[in-house]
Nanobody, 124 residues
Framework: QVQLVESGGGSVQTGGSLRLSCAVSGYTYSRYFMGWFRQAPGKEREGVAIIDHYGGTTYANSVRGRFTISRDNAKNTLYLQMNSLKPEDTAMYYC??????????????????WGQGTQVTVSS
C-alpha cells in the first residue's frame, strides 16, 4: 500500500522560511517521480516543484529561486525548502508520486499517488 505523509507546514511571516517533508512507503521510492503541489482556496491545484529519479528538477516560475526540492532515497523522504515566503504562497501543500510522468511534469494529472496535505500560511 502506497502512503505519502507530509509534515512541516505552519504559519510564518513574509520573508520567512519553512521546510516541508514527505515520508513515503509502499513502493520503490527511488524509481518514482516525486513532486510538490499546492492548492489555495478557490483555485486549482498547481505544480510547485518536481524531482525525477535522476535528481533532475523542474520548478514553477512563481517559486524558482526561492524553493528547493530534494530527495533522500535512503530515508524515503522528499523535501521542499521554502525561503523568502510571500502571502501568495499560502496554500495546502501536497506531495505526489508517479512511476512515469510525461513531459508536463508540473501537471497534477500526471501523478497517481497523493498525500493528505500540510497547510502553509504566510502573513504580511
Amino acid at each position: 500500500q502506497v502512503q505519502l505523509v507530509e509534515s512541516g507546514g505552519g504559519s510564518v511571516q513574509t520573508g520567512g522560511s519553512l521546510r516541508l517533508s514527505c515520508a513515503v512507503s509502499g513502493y520503490t521510492y527511488s524509481r518514482y517521480f516525486m513532486g510538490w503541489f499546492r492548492q489555495a482556496p478557490g483555485k486549482e491545484r498547481e505544480g510547485v516543484a518536481i524531482i525525477d529519479h535522476y535528481g533532475g528538477t523542474t520548478y514553477a516560475n512563481s517559486v524558482r529561486g526561492r524553493f528547493t526540492i530534494s530527495r533522500d532515497n535512503a530515508k524515503n523522504t522528499l523535501y521542499l525548502q521554502m525561503n523568502s515566503l510571500k502571502p501568495e504562497d499560502t496554500a495546502m501543500y501536497y506531495c505526489a508520486a508517479d512511476p512515469d510522468v510525461g513531459y508536463k511534469r508540473l501537471s497534477p494529472d500526471q501523478y497517481i499517488y497523493w498525500g493528505q496535505g500540510t497547510q502553509v500560511t504566510v502573513s504580511s
